[in-house]
Structures are given as C-alpha cells and as structure tokens.
C-alpha cells in the first residue's frame, strides 16, 4: 500500500520499493518538480506524478550526513586554522630576522674591539 506524502523541502524520506533514503532539496510547483538528494550524494528531479506513485515512509537523516551547509562550515574552519597557522609563521619569521640583526650587531662590534 502506497503512503501518498507530499514533499517537504528539508524532510527525509525512504522509497521503500527500492530502499533508498533521500532528502528533498527543493519543490518547484510551477514546474511540478522535485529536487532530491540521495545518501550517496546523487541529485535528481522527481515529477510530481512519480513523486506520488512512491511508496514513501517518512526517515531520518542517516548517520554520518554531512550536508553542503556543514562542509562548507567545515571548510571554512579549516580555512581559519589555515590562516592562524600563517600568523604563527609569520611570526617566527620576524623572529629571526630580530636574531640575524643581533648577530650583524655583535660581528661590528668584534670589529671596533680590533
């Protein structure tokens, strides 16, 4: 018996006849189409029409999604700890050259002593 759900932006579903878990990423009634994400990554439109022959059961997002939103945030942290890491560099950097001006200091000093 086939569960007749209509599509929410945002909801998990199950097709049941092929055991796949998808979310839905955009409905466009204008066009009457249905924008879907498999768990494997794979996008792809819905009609309606097919849309309602599924045989659908509500679901939960699998384990282990990551949706663009929370990569991008990922990236994006990653790109923080990227920069915080050139700071560090950069300033190890003007250390050294602190140390090679002390040493330039010493070697004409040795020279005045002659």
């Known amino acids: 018996m086939a569960r007749d759900y209509d ?4 909801k998990w579903y199950e097709d049941l006849e092929e055991n796949e878990v998808f979310k839905v990423l955009s409905v466009d009634p204008d066009q009457e189409l249905v ?10 439109e819905i009609d309606l029409d097919t849309w309602h ?7 939960q997002e699998p384990e282990g999604w990551a ?4 990569e991008e ?6 790109d923080d700890e990227d920069e915080d ?3 560090e560099d950069d300033d190890d950097w ?8 002390d040493d330039d200091d010493d070697d004409y000093n040795d020279r005045d002593d002659a």
């Open 7 to 10: 599509p929410v932006q945002g």
């Open 67 to 70: 949706s663009d939103d929370e």
């Open 85 to 87: 890491d050139w700071d």
């Open 94 to 101: 003007d250390d050294d050259e602190d140390e090679d001006l």
């Open 53 to 59: 022959e599924l045989d659908l059961e509500l679901s």
């Open 35 to 44: 924008e879907v994400q498999y768990e494997n990554g794979d996008i792809e």
């Open 73 to 78: 945030e990922e990236e994006d942290e990653e």
